[in-house]
């Protein structure tokens, strides 16, 4: 049966209470290797360039190539998880990019490598949707600011692993070694997700569903739901200049400014370093100002949008050294206050449907980005500007759609399901 707004029974819940937290645990770390996998592309483009004769202004390729399996498998895992569960989904997610992973490592062909890059991003986008749904089902709503804050660090901490470690193995091993060594990790971490991670009791639902009703067609979701729709909007904005940036920055820096790729690596860890701390921290101090969303995104997006023309305007390492973290903090917070809007918008059998349709969208961004930045990079005479410029309007779209969301829609109650 289900019990409205009270907790779950259990006969021992400070073992469930503890468990949700090993859930976390293993959704971050999964989470994690797949940010790393993606992130390993930037401190490495120059490299796999050289090694397949690619020139700089087609390197964007690669990376769209990923972005374009991971808003397809996106768009089709969120539906997935809803139907079979998070927990097989997310195993599958990282075994099979971490195959690929190890296989892209050892590829000699740029047609080869391009469509290798496509599988991985395939399998990694699943990940992102089990990952919510499992969190959702062992969180309640209240808490989901600090439990994404903790979540999406991984994407940050993805981008500080792949920039420290992959100059150090690109030149002691050669650039394969780092897609040879993250996707072993993300095979295994798919191994343990299997093993020990299982559902959780929490859910919210709408107020008039009834355990027989029909499910929407994920289109109808979407399109029904003008909040959703305006946080995609949000979202594909804040990623157009997040991971432009982490794609870009250090071919720009090394390119447009003589930066040493072992310099613009620190330059990016720095940058990313300052999401991992923000983001559980920002999502926190949401929570406590009653589950506030909207406005700290709003925020966030336009000081992004500004410390991007900011960091655009300097030339040298020190300079960029001081503006990373700013840089950072911006282009990261805003993302735990989106994702933890998702499960107040829609009914909890749709979480994972709605999480995979909205984090296709902000993809669509990482998706059209770098070929994007690497035209008008290559039109403006190789200017860093005009790169920088061109990631900044990004995050300017996303805080001018924030502005419409309303964070507290009237049609969604929370209830918890006990057994009977």
Not at 27 to 54: H, K, N, Q, Y
Request: some cysteine; proline content about 5%; overall charge positive.
């Amino acid at each position: 049966m289900t019990t409205a707004l009270t907790p779950s029974t259990s006969s021992q819940p400070e073992i469930r209470n503890a468990y949700r937290w090993m859930v976390l645990l293993l959704c971050w770390f999964s989470f994690t290797m797949t940010s790393v996998d993606r992130s390993t592309w930037g401190p490495s483009s120059v490299f796999v360039g050289e090694s397949l004769a690619i020139p700089l202004a087609s390197l964007g390729i690669f990376a769209t190539t990923y972005y374009i399996g991971y808003v397809v498998s996106n768009a089709a895992g969120g539906f997935l998880t809803d139907k079979i569960g998070g927990r097989l989904l997310i195993t599958v997610s990282m075994i099979g990019a971490g195959i690929f992973m190890m296989v892209f490592g050892s590829t000699t062909s740029a047609v080869v490598g391009i469509a290798i890059q496509g599988v991985v991003g395939f399998f990694a986008g699943a990940d992102y949707a089990a990952g919510i749904k499992l969190l959702s089902s062992w969180f309640r709503p209240e808490e989901l600011g600090k439990v994404m804050g903790i979540f999406t660090s991984a994407t940050s901490l993805g981008v500080v692993i792949a920039n420290f470690a992959v100059p150090f193995l690109i030149a002691h091993s050669g650039w394969g070694a780092s897609y040879h060594l993250f996707g072993a990790a993300s095979v295994v971490s798919g191994i343990l997700c299997w093993i020990i991670l299982r559902p959780g009791p929490v859910a919210a639902i709408a107020a008039n569903a009834a355990g027989s009703a029909k499910r929407p067609s994920a289109w109808r979701i979407l399109s029904g739901n003008r909040n959703l729709l305006l946080v995609g909007l949000a979202g594909f904005g804040g990623f157009w200049g997040t991971y432009g940036f982490v794609i870009w920055s250090n071919a720009l820096m090394i390119k447009g400014h003589g930066v040493a790729p072992a310099t613009a690596g620190i330059i990016v860890a720095v940058f990313a370093a300052l999401g991992v701390f923000g983001k559980p921290i920002i999502g926190f101090v949401a929570d406590r100002f009653n589950g506030a969303r909207r406005v700290p995104s709003i925020i966030v997006l336009g000081g992004f949008a500004v410390m991007l023309i900011i960091f655009g305007t300097l030339d040298s390492v020190p300079a960029f050294l001081i503006a990373a973290p700013l840089l950072g903090l911006t282009a990261y917070c805003y993302l735990p206050m989106i994702v933890a809007l998702i499960p107040r918008l829609v009914s909890s059998d749709m979480v994972g449907t709605a999480a995979g349709l909205t984090n296709a969208i902000w993809q669509l961004g990482s998706v059209l980005v770098p070929i994007a930045v690497g035209g008008v990079f290559a039109a403006s005479n190789n200017s860093f500007m005009a790169a920088l410029g061109a990631l900044a309007v990004g995050p300017l779209i996303g805080m001018v759609a924030m502005f419409f969301v309303n964070e507290r829609p009237d049609e969604v109650k929370v209830i918890v399901k006990t057994e009977a």
